[in-house]
């Protein structure tokens, strides 16, 4: 069935990769349908939109699916000019953006999930190695970003601020179903300067699952059902 709007997302309600989308477009101020998925259950329109992956989140704009969530962020940057800039305009401010989300997505996220799946030494190892990771992410964004008012991209969230602050926003949630253990980002004061800002601005406080609900799916996603 072709959607009236002319910006639709399908998307999955605790997935912090569509939450980057639609903090995006709220951003932005980008009228758009929501369409949530059932990713037990793939629907022909994800099938079709993102036959390669066949993951959330994916963009629809007049059309033409765009998939991938930091293609997507991009992809809004470039097609909606005018509105706050998500990217630097210069290159080699870019370059650093690019860079540390490219960490972001390849190590901290990643490290974040062992954590969950882990137990016992394991898992101190995993939030170690973690916490390591969000030390050089940390000294890194003040070493190369060091205008940040609130924001690291300045006055409006740009798209450093959309990648980190969509899933670390969640820590809490992630401590609570875990139980136990404690990310805590207060050991670093640039990342939770950004995450509490971000919490508090009501664009986020829009895009962001419910935190009970959140603590709930991440349980039942890694089968951490024990009464934490
Ligand atoms: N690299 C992708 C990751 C997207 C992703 O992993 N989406 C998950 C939801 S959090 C998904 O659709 N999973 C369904 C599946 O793996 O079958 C992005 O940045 O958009």
């Given at each position: 069935?072709e959607?009236?709007?002319?910006?639709?997302?399908?998307?999955?309600?605790?997935?912090?990769?569509?939450?980057?989308?639609?903090?995006?477009?709220?951003?932005?101020?980008?009228?758009?349908?929501y369409?949530e998925?059932?990713?037990?259950?793939?629907?022909?329109?994800?099938?079709?939109?993102?036959?390669?992956?066949?993951?959330?989140?994916?963009?629809?704009?007049?059309?033409?699916?765009?998939?991938?969530?930091?293609?997507?962020?991009?992809y809004?940057?470039?097609?909606?000019?005018?509105?706050?800039?998500?990217l630097?305009?210069e290159?080699?401010?870019?370059?650093?953006?690019?860079?540390?989300?490219?960490?972001?997505?390849?190590?901290?996220?990643?490290?974040?999930?062992?954590?969950?799946?882990?137990?016992?030494?394991?898992?101190?190892?995993a939030?170690?190695?973690s916490?390591?990771l969000?030390?050089?992410?940390?000294?890194?964004?003040?070493?190369?970003?060091?205008?940040?008012?609130?924001?690291?991209?300045?006055?409006?969230?740009?798209?450093l601020?959309?990648?980190?602050?969509?899933?670390?926003?969640?820590?809490?949630?992630?401590?609570?179903a875990?139980?136990?253990?404690?990310?805590?980002?207060?050991?670093?004061?640039?990342?939770?300067?950004?995450?509490?800002?971000?919490?508090?601005?009501?664009?986020?406080?829009?895009?962001?699952?419910?935190?009970?609900?959140?603590?709930?799916?991440i349980?039942?996603?890694?089968?951490?059902?024990?009464?934490?």
């Open positions: 069935m959607k009236e709007s002319e910006v639709f997302l399908l998307g999955s309600w605790f997935s912090s990769y569509c939450t980057r989308v639609r903090l995006a477009l709220e951003i932005k101020g980008i009228q758009y349908e369409i998925q059932d990713l037990t259950n793939k629907s022909q329109e994800l099938l079709k939109y993102n036959p390669v992956h066949k993951k959330v989140p994916v963009l629809v704009h007049k059309g033409k699916p765009i998939v991938e969530s930091i293609v997507i962020l991009e809004i940057d470039d097609c909606w000019k005018t509105a706050p800039k998500l630097p305009e290159p080699s401010e870019r370059a650093k953006v690019r860079f540390w989300i490219n960490y972001y997505d390849q190590k901290v996220g990643p490290s974040t999930k062992v954590v969950l799946v882990c137990n016992g030494k394991e898992r101190d190892k939030i170690e190695e916490n390591e969000l030390k050089v992410l940390e000294e890194g964004i003040a070493r190369d970003i060091p205008n940040r008012s609130p924001f690291l991209n300045g006055e409006n969230p740009g798209i601020d959309v990648v980190i602050g969509s899933s670390a926003c969640n820590v809490e949630a992630f401590n609570e875990i139980g136990g253990v404690d990310l805590s980002l207060e050991k670093y004061p640039c990342l939770f300067e950004l995450v509490t800002v971000l919490k508090n601005s009501p664009i986020m406080k829009k895009s962001l699952p419910p935190h009970i609900d959140l603590v709930a799916k349980r039942e996603k890694f089968n951490l059902n024990q009464d934490a």
